[in-house]
Structures are given as structure tokens and as C-alpha cells.
């Protein structure tokens, strides 16, 4: 039995210490908000927060996330998650979707720790999270409203 901490609240499962933290997630802890995208840590659809980084789930072993937090799109805190959730809505970034919690969950490390990018850092910051459907003018520019938001306080 292994315990883990997701979004706050604590777990104990039943699986193999090499087991993908995506699966564990998704299929043990039913918490589906964290995409399977290609398994080999190129796309980001399956970023989650590990003390606050971002990391990809489909190739983090359980094991590697014992006494860690871990932070699911369904546990994003709403000091960064409801503006960037807010942007997406208002600019309708997403088409498919499905690539749109890695995304999120990128853009929130992004923020966090630079408040105020450029379009360059944004590039930066969110190099590897792939959008199959090209939705990338539209991020950008609902990461910087998702900024002006958090500068005047509108985070919730």
C-alpha cells in the first residue's frame, strides 16, 4: 500500500511503486481532469504540480511522488486557477480540449513564477505542451489576461 497527497486530501492505494502517477491518478484515484496524451512525456497533457512543479504523470513512478504534494487541474488553487480558467473561457481557447489541463497546469507554474511574462516567456515557459488543434495565439493571450487579472486582484 502506498499513501500519497493529492489536491490536499490523502490516499492510500494498492499499486506497483513503478506505476505512472497518471494512471494512479486517473484510474485508482478517479480524478480524470489529467489527460493521457502519448506516454512519453512530449505533449503535456499530462502535467500535474509536484511541490509546485510542473511534471509529467505519464512517466512519474508513484513511488516518486511519496511524501510530495501533488496537484491535480481539480485541486489548482483559485489564486492562479480561477483567472487562467476565467482567460480560457473569455478568448474560447480550447477547440478539442483535450490538451487544455496540461495546459492550464503549465501556464499556472508559469505565472506563479513570473507574474508578468512576455510573449517570449510565455513561449518559454510553455515549450512542450503540445496543441494539436493550434490554439497557441489564443494561450498566449489568455496567459497574459490571466495575469492582468491576478495583478488587480480579480483572482477569486
Not at 18 to 40: A, H, N, Q, S, Y
Not at 117 to 139: A, F, K, Q
Request: proline fraction near 6%; include cysteine; charged fraction near 25%.
Amino acid at each position: 500500500m502506498i499513501t500519497i497527497r493529492v489536491n490536499r486530501k490523502e490516499y492510500h492505494v494498492d499499486v506497483e511503486p513503478d506505476t505512472p502517477l497518471l494512471w494512479v491518478i486517473r484510474e485508482t484515484i478517479g480524478l480524470t481532469g489529467t489527460k493521457f496524451g502519448c506516454g512519453v512525456a512530449q505533449c503535456g497533457a499530462c502535467t500535474i504540480h509536484l511541490d509546485g512543479e510542473a511534471a509529467r504523470s505519464c512517466v512519474t513512478p508513484v513511488e516518486r511522488a511519496i511524501g510530495r504534494e501533488i496537484v491535480t487541474i481539480e485541486g489548482l488553487p483559485d489564486d492562479l486557477g480561477r483567472p487562467l480558467k476565467d482567460a480560457w473561457i473569455a478568448l474560447d481557447v480550447p477547440q478539442c480540449g483535450y490538451c487544455q489541463s496540461g495546459q492550464i497546469m503549465a501556464a499556472a507554474v508559469l505565472l506563479r513564477e513570473n507574474p508578468n511574462p512576455t510573449d517570449e516567456d510565455v513561449d518559454d515557459g510553455m515549450t512542450g505542451n503540445i496543441c494539436r488543434c493550434g490554439t497557441y495565439p489564443r494561450i498566449r493571450r489568455a496567459i497574459h489576461l490571466a495575469a492582468q487579472a491576478i495583478a488587480k486582484g480579480a483572482a477569486r
